[in-house]
């Protein structure tokens, strides 16, 4: 619950405008782990680190492009299993590659 996190501006979802399309990096390079961050700090640093934070909040869902580099804000809950912060993540396709089964777009209206 949302009473349960002891900083209400801690705890959001930070969405940069940098993405990793066109690059050659792979998921261990922007994710950390081999790099320790370094290539993300790259692409983020290009952008001027611009970004758009989106606070926690209780049952919230957040849908963005996966290529986008994202990171969640340091976070302060109480103790406890109740009070623990879940976070799902869900990823489909394959970077850079058309989905076939993609619906194609259509034109309802007419001018």
Excluded: W
Aim: aromatic share 8%; charged share 20%.
């Amino acid at each position: 619950p949302d009473d349960e996190n002891l900083d209400s501006e801690s705890g959001g979802l930070v969405i940069c405008d940098a993405t990793v399309l066109g690059t050659n990096l792979t998921s261990s390079e922007y994710n950390g782990g081999k790099s320790d961050g370094v290539a993300a700090q790259t692409l983020i640093e290009r952008t001027g680190r611009m970004n758009v934070t989106v606070p926690h909040r209780q049952n919230r869902a957040v849908v963005f492009p996966s290529s986008r580099l994202h990171h969640t804000q340091s976070f302060a809950f109480r103790k406890g299993m109740r009070s623990r912060r879940i976070n799902l993540t869900f990823l489909f396709g394959h970077k850079v590659f058309f989905c076939p089964k993609r619906a194609k777009v259509t034109h309802i209206l007419q001018t």
